[in-house]
């Protein structure tokens, strides 16, 4: 059975950090590019960071470089999502979603930036 689990989101005051873990089981994890999106009320979902297969490149939308930084680690089939300086605008729902011969994506997990 395949699944994506998210963990670490919350609320934190603005500047503030948190660290969104994903955890796969099911596939081949080192095969699949994987990605971070999420959601804000009344927004379609973002793009916000990719990584691929292998942890070589990664990449990033304008509104988060230098702040975000998505990292993996195959052995332990995880990928992250590191998140510093926050700003209430990255509130949203963040999902993990796990690109390649199939597509699969996680539950999400909430981050509130408030103070």
């Known amino acids: 059975q395949v699944q994506l689990v998210e963990s670490g989101g919350g609320l934190v005051q603005p500047g503030g950090f948190l660290r969104l873990s994903c955890a796969a089981s099911g596939f081949t994890f080192s095969l699949y590019v994987m990605n971070w999106f999420r959601q804000a009320p009344g927004k379609e979902r973002e793009l916000v960071a990719t990584i691929s297969s292998t942890g070589g490149r990664t990449s990033y939308v304008d509104s988060v470089k230098g702040r975000f930084t998505i990292a993996r680690d195959n052995a332990k089939n995880t990928v992250y999502l590191q998140m510093n300086s926050l700003k209430p605008e990255d509130t949203a729902v963040y999902y993990c979603?796990?690109?390649?011969?199939?597509?699969?994506w996680g539950q999400g997990t909430q981050v509130t930036v408030s103070s």
């Open positions: 979603r796990a690109i390649g011969r199939n597509e699969y």
